[in-house]
């Protein structure tokens, strides 16, 4: 069965830091991707999304990911982290590229933002 | 332009009684999905619609939970009998028919049922 793990709980950074977000899934083929946030009392919003081709792909808000095959990984990254990240964030798979198909989301990384 | 809209935002109900949820979602968006948020937890997928037909209804956990799209739009969660276990947000997420190829689901903001 489709698996996604996000390992970190959660994480807090400084702002103006870097970060990663880390995303392993477990199919055998290769499942379309993506990346949700969620603020408080809010539902998902899309941030990037890999169906195929180009493996780093960019994002809305400065966010990127990038897919490698060999890891099974779909991690998340921002260069330089604004207050305004702070929020939950989850990775999806799915095996119909959101369409057809339910997406199976990790249990979430909740992202705190220092001053 | 709209979005996914979800009502009510907030519900409360004793245990033992009835509620109905509702989703509108975005128009022309043939693809309907609802999902139940526990706290603290991702989203976990409850049942499929492509228009009016349910197409996949295996994650709904009892017999209890019923969902309905009849026109193909609006679409309707209904919870019989709730117990404890049955609060958490619920999340409505529409797309549009991958038939130019796979599509990102939109999410409403959810409504949060509280069972006493």
Request: charged share 20%; with cysteine; aromatic share 12%.
């Amino acid at each position: 069965a489709q698996s996604v793990t996000q390992p970190d709980i959660h994480i807090t950074v400084s702002e103006g830091a870097s970060l990663e977000l880390r995303c392993n899934y477990s199919y055998g083929a290769t499942p379309y991707l993506f990346w949700y946030v969620q603020s408080p009392g809010q539902g998902l919003q899309l941030l990037l999304k890999y169906f195929s081709g180009d493996t780093l792909v960019q994002g809305i808000k400065g966010f990127e990911a990038e897919f490698k095959r060999s890891q099974s990984s779909f991690n998340l990254r921002k260069p330089s982290v604004h207050w305004s990240d702070a929020a939950e964030y989850f990775c999806a798979v799915s095996l119909y590229g959101g369409s057809q198909g339910n997406l199976i989301f990790g249990k979430g990384t909740k992202l705190s933002v220092k001053p | 332009g709209a979005g996914v809209s979800q009502s009510p935002r907030y519900k409360v109900a004793k245990r033992g009684q009835d509620v109905a949820l509702r989703c509108d979602p975005i128009s022309g968006h043939v693809s309907l999905f609802w999902y139940q948020q526990a706290l603290g937890q991702g989203p976990e997928f409850l049942t499929y619609f492509q228009n009016e037909a349910q197409l996949d209804k295996s994650g709904l956990p009892s017999d209890r939970f019923f969902a309905e799209r009849p026109e193909g739009s609006v679409s309707t969660l209904k919870i019989q009998r709730t117990q404890q276990e049955d609060s958490a947000v619920y999340l409505c997420a529409s797309s549009p028919k991958g038939g130019q190829g796979p599509q990102p689901q939109h999410f409403g903001d959810g409504t949060r049922l509280s069972i006493l």
